[in-house]
């Protein structure tokens, strides 16, 4: 039985459209994987520890190989707790808005808690930095006012999907399918054309994630 978590990055809920086609993500998964389980963490209803003070501290301390002091101790373990639900799934479904060409800023506070040293990634100074989620696979629903595939000349622009590729390749999370809804604003048959195949992609990944 393998977890599934679902990561939602959207405060539009069912206005959202990257929302909604992980909703049908999520119906086809289940459908297809019956004994399988799914966590859902709403970044916009989840209070993130603050990286601040004694927890960035502690991440400083972790990479010069010092030990903690009771207080970064303390503030560490939030963090400790955060990656710790992260680690448990199997697999991961991401949907991001995009926000001014990049993530909403409660993903990018995501991020910003989970990449840790000895927890998501490893540094050697022989070998450098090494991710440590390694063997699972993950899908990330993207959705985006205007068009940044290729030929529109915005492909550029797009931090958005790059932003995740990074940082979850750095942990060693490589296997990511990627799943665009584009262009959400315009022309009403243009947009609703590019949430109808992204369903589509959306369903057909599904079933065989
Ligand atoms: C704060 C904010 C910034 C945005 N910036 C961009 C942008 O840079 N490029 C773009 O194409 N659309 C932008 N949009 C439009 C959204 O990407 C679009 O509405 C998308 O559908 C949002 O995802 P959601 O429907 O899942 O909430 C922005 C929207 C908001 C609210």
Known sequence: MAKLLYIEASPRKDRSRSTRVARTFLAAYQKNHLDDSIETLDLWATSLPRFDGATIEAKYAILQGQALTPDQAQAWKSVV???GQF???DKYLFSLPMWNFGVPYVFKHYIDVLIQPGLTFSFDPQSGYKGLITGKKAAAIYARGGAYGPGTRMEDYDLQSKTLAVTLGF????DLVNIFVEPTLGPQEVSE???AQAEELAVSTARSF
């Open 87 to 89: 680690k448990s799934a």
């Open 171 to 174: 942990i060693g999370l490589t």
């Open 193 to 195: 054309a590019g949430f």
């Open 81 to 83: 707790e955060v990656i």
